[in-house]
C-alpha cells in the first residue's frame, strides 16, 4: 500500500511555461515533506522542503505548496527551464529522519 | 568534496553469489541510509543507521545485511543473489536536518542478478 501517490507518472510542458507537480499521501502523521530532482544514471538531488506548519515555500523557480486537510501538495516550476527536464520524486516523513519516496513523475520541457 | 560515493557503478550477478556494495561519506552525517530503487516504484529503504555501532531493518531488509563501524562507511551486503534483487541501490546520508535539507545522495549502483 503506497503511502506517498504520484499519480501522474510523466508530464510534458512548453519552455517558460509552468510546470505542476502533484503529490498525495495517506498517512496523516507525515509532517514534512521533500522533493528531490534525479537525472538518469545520477542520485536524486534535493530541491525543497515543507513542513506542516507552513502552507507554501518558495526557492527562487521552485515553490512547495501543502494542503494538509486533502493530505496533497504540489510543485511548481516557474518558468519551466530544459534543464528541468528529469524524474521528480516527492518524500514524507512523519518527524523522523526517514522518509517514505513516491514513485516519481517524468518531467519534460519542450524548447 | 566528495559527498556520497558509491562503488561499483555496474554489477552482473548470478543466482545464489555474494557482493558487498560499498558507500562512504565525507561530510562527517551520523545518518546513512541503504535504497532500492525498481521501475516505476520509488524508493524503498532497505536499513538505515543513525550512528557508527547503530543499524536497523527499513522497509525491505530481507535478504540484506549492513554494518556500521566507522561514521564514513555504510557497506551493504547481499548474501545470495536472487533475481529479485535486480534493482539501483542509493546510499544516501544525512546530518541530522534531512527534514529541512534532505538526504545526500551518491550516484547509484546498478545490479543485475541472473
Known amino acids: ?111 | 568534496n566528495a559527498g556520497v560515493t558509491q562503488t561499483p557503478k555496474f554489477r552482473i550477478l548470478k543466482i545464489g553469489q555474494s557482493m558487498t556494495l560499498q558507500c562512504a561519506q565525507d561530510m562527517n552525517h551520523n545518518y546513512m541510509y541503504w535504497y532500492r530503487q525498481d521501475p516505476g516504484m520509488g524508493l524503498k529503504l532497505i536499513y538505515y543507521s543513525v550512528g557508527a555501532g547503530i543499524t536497523d531493518k527499513g522497509e525491505v531488509p530481507n535478504g540484506y545485511n549492513v554494518s556500521r563501524s566507522t561514521t564514513e562507511d555504510f557497506p551493504l551486503r547481499l548474501e545470495l543473489a536472487a533475481p529479485s534483487q535486480t534493482s539501483v541501490y542509493f546510499c544516501a546520508s544525512s546530518g541530522g536536518a534531512a527534514t529541512v535539507n534532505g538526504y545526500t545522495f551518491g550516484s547509484g549502483t546498478r545490479l543485475t542478478v541472473v
Open chain 1, 1 to 111: 500500500d503506497q503511502q506517498v501517490k504520484q499519480n501522474s507518472p510523466s508530464l510534458s510542458v512548453q519552455e517558460g511555461r509552468i510546470s505542476i507537480l502533484n503529490c498525495d499521501y495517506t498517512n496523516s502523521m507525515f509532517d514534512y515533506f521533500l522533493w528531490y530532482k534525479k537525472y538518469p544514471a545520477e542520485g536524486p538531488t534535493f530541491l525543497i522542503s515543507i513542513s506542516s506548519i507552513k502552507d507554501k515555500n518558495e526557492d527562487g523557480r521552485f515553490t512547495v505548496f501543502l494542503n494538509k486537510s486533502a493530505k496533497h501538495l504540489s510543485l511548481h516550476i516557474v518558468p519551466s527551464q530544459p534543464g528541468d527536464s528529469a524524474v521528480y520524486f516527492c518524500a514524507a516523513s512523519a518527524g523522523g529522519q526517514n522518509f517514505v519516496f513516491g514513485p516519481g513523475t517524468r518531467l519534460s520541457v519542450l524548447p
